[in-house]
Antibody, heavy 118, light 110 residues
Framework: QIQVVQSGPEMRKPGASVKVSCKTS????????ITWVRRAPGKGLEWMGW????????NYAQKFRGRVTMTTDTPTSTAYMELRSLRSDDTAVYYC???????????WGQGTLVTVSS | QSVLTQPPSVSGTPGQTVTISCSGS????????LYWYRHLPGAAPQLLIY???QRPSGVPDRFSGSKSGTSGSLALSGLLSEDESDYFC???????????FGGGTKLTVL
């Protein structure tokens, strides 16, 4: 069965960076891209970007360009999202999801809480 | 301010049918497919509807989606207490080159 498992909660100070991992199993990793979405307290779902698992392509939301890098490691079927220059309003639960055809996000990780506080 | 507009909340009693609307523009809903997700904070989001009206396997047929022009809706029939959650519509926006979500609708089962 398909599984998506993310790394554990993180706490960072403002200005620091965080790297969240997303390990997949149960399907051929290179057949679907990975999308990252976050949800801040009291807010809705927010698309951060997408990374291809079969090429060097990626597409980041305008809001995060210059601060985010999404990468993949095919041998371990793992995707990573690094967010830099963290601010308090980056406090959120970050989710990765398998991006099936189109914008179909059909399998999601359990979420990673990132807390940014001094 | 979200690109897609949803009502902040809807409510219904067990067994009723409720509908959640999602309004966009030509650059998103009007030119592509509409998706629906539900998310209970603390759990993983779940895909309910893809390609406007298709249900993934495992999603009950109590959930149905539709789209017309630049808007769409999600209908839940035979409401259950376990349906209480936040519901989000989503669509690809060709002008922004981004996936956009609605602001979310909180469903309360009275």
């Amino acid at each position: 069965q398909i599984q998506v498992v993310q790394s554990g909660p993180e706490m960072r100070k403002p200005g620091a960076s965080v790297k969240v991992s997303c390990k997949t199993s149960g399907y051929r990793f290179t057949t679907s891209g990975i999308t990252w979405v976050r949800r801040a307290p009291g807010k809705g779902l927010e698309w951060m970007g997408w990374v291809s698992t079969s090429s060097d392509m990626s597409n980041y939301a305008q809001k995060f360009r210059g601060r985010v890098t999404m990468t993949t490691d095919t041998p371990t079927s793992t995707a990573y999202m690094e967010l830099r220059s963290l601010r308090s309003d980056d406090t959120a639960v970050y989710y990765c999801a398998r991006n099936n055809y189109g914008s179909r996000l059909d399998y999601w990780g359990q979420g990673t809480l990132v807390t940014v506080s001094s | 301010q979200s690109v897609l507009t949803q009502p902040p909340s809807v409510s219904g009693t067990p067994g009723q049918t409720v509908t959640i609307s999602c309004s966009g523009s030509y650059s998103n809903i009007g030119s592509g497919d509409l998706y629906w997700y539900r998310h209970l904070p603390g759990a993983a989001p779940q895909l309910l509807i893809y390609n406007n009206d298709q249900r993934p396997s495992g999603v009950p047929d109590r959930f149905s989606g539709s789209k017309s022009g630049t808007s769409g809706s999600l209908a839940l029939s035979g409401l259950l207490s376990e349906d209480e959650s936040d519901y989000f519509c989503a669509a690809w926006d060709g002008s922004l080159n981004a996936l956009v979500f609605g602001g979310g609708t909180k469903l309360t089962v009275l």
